[in-house]
């Protein structure tokens, strides 16, 4: 008999591990894979975005905000570096607040967290694909593969079904509703957008990539996110796309036509480049308007600008004589409007919003109101972050929260 068995060596449940064995409890994980983390180890590029300086109540969602605030209470940043300085991880921290390991390597944050869990005794099984948990009397039985193990107390550290292609399963959304947990509907976040490419031009800005700012208009208001931008194949891509993804496809789900209106040179002002572009047009030239745009913009961009404005074949000299074509260009790349439809689905999304209802979770333990003894950790809770190092941090906390309380 186990004190606990916790389902899932991922990000939270290495923590609640590490704390629950720290605490002298006799730990069990249940991993379906044949390693700790391979999820983790694709965070951050490879690099895990580990936490963040500023993990503040707005940067995360959930249909219960009351839960993150008197979760990520008493658990900041502060609390977090040092969980990780006590396992022998130094951080650092980089622009926009983010946090990574000093090493800058998945892979060390990893395998510290395993060395930890095995220094304290914690039983790690490998390739134990658990498919059923019951409680009878007073304590739970877990059925992996063909076997049986039974246990004082469980935890649901399962994540939720963000990347398959990386473990992501809704293995724990199944567990909670045997125990008859509400679940709260999910949809990918943080994932690239498609486009129906109604305008052919556009299919031929594949491949480009700026640095740009994406807005999006939700009602009278305009959500924006800046950053890399990269035009593909199926739609639009990019940290600043991945950041507006989340806004974009709950407007989506609205059934509505959504356009997003791209800057693509945010760095300077419309009158700014108005007046640059202004300065080399020459009277009387016959270089076309094609040729002379390339000096201030990626040429794979310039038809998509000038076809809807029906300026191509035009030559500098002709437009030099009306200023109101000059407007019309300088405006076409401060606002290009673009329609996406869909995004690229689970597989291509670092997170899935939604998932156990957190109004059925007690905020300071972790453990379910509806079955006593079970707790649940990271993802599988009705709370995504934004990126930037937000969704491991819940993760952390409430793995360190449960494995105190267990
Ligand atoms: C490509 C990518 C990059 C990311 N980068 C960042 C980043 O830089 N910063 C950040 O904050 N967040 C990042 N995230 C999000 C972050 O990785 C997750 O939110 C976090 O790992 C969730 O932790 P978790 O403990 O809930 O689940 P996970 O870390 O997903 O772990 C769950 C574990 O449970 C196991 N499991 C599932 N079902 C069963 C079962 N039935 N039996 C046994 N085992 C099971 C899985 O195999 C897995 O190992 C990224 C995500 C992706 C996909």
Known sequence: MYDVVIVGAGASGLVTAIVSARRGKKVLILEKNNKVGKKLLATGNGKCNIT????????FHSENPKFI??????????????????IGLELIEAKEGKVFPMSLQASCVVELLQWECEQL???????????K?????????VIYNERRVESKKVVIATGHCSAPQLGGVIDGIGFARAFKHTIVKSFPTLVQLTS?????????????????????????NYIQKQGDILFTNYGISGLAILDISRAVIVELSKKKTIMLTIDLMPKMSYEQLLALMRK????????????WMQGFINKKLIDPILEPLKLKNKTIGSISSNLHHLELIVKKIKSFSFEVNGHKGYKGAEVATGG????????????????????????????????????LHFAWVTGIRAGEAI
Not at 200 to 212: D, I, N, P, T
Request: charged letters at 35%.
């Open 52 to 59: 963040n300086q500023r993990p503040t109540i707005e940067r």
């Open 69 to 86: 605030r008197e979760v990520l209470e008493d658990y900041g940043y502060q609390e977090i570096k040092q969980f990780f300085k006590s």
């Open 196 to 220: 129906p490419y109604k305008e052919s031009y556009l299919k031929r800005m594949a491949g480009v990539k700026v640095e740009g700012r994406v807005t999006l208009k939700v009602g009278d």
């Open 280 to 291: 080399s047009l020459l009277k009387k030239s016959s270089k076309p308007l094609e040729i």
């Open 133 to 141: 948990i019951t409680y009878k009397k007073c304590s739970f039985v």
């Open 121 to 131: 005794g914690v039983k790690i099984i490998f390739d134990a694909t658990v498919k």
């Open 356 to 391: 156990v209802d957190t109004r059925e979770i007690e905020t300071q333990t972790m453990e379910s109101k509806k079955q006593k003894n079970l707790y649940f950790t990271g993802e599988v809770l009705d709370v995504d972050g934004d990126r930037g190092g937000f969704n």
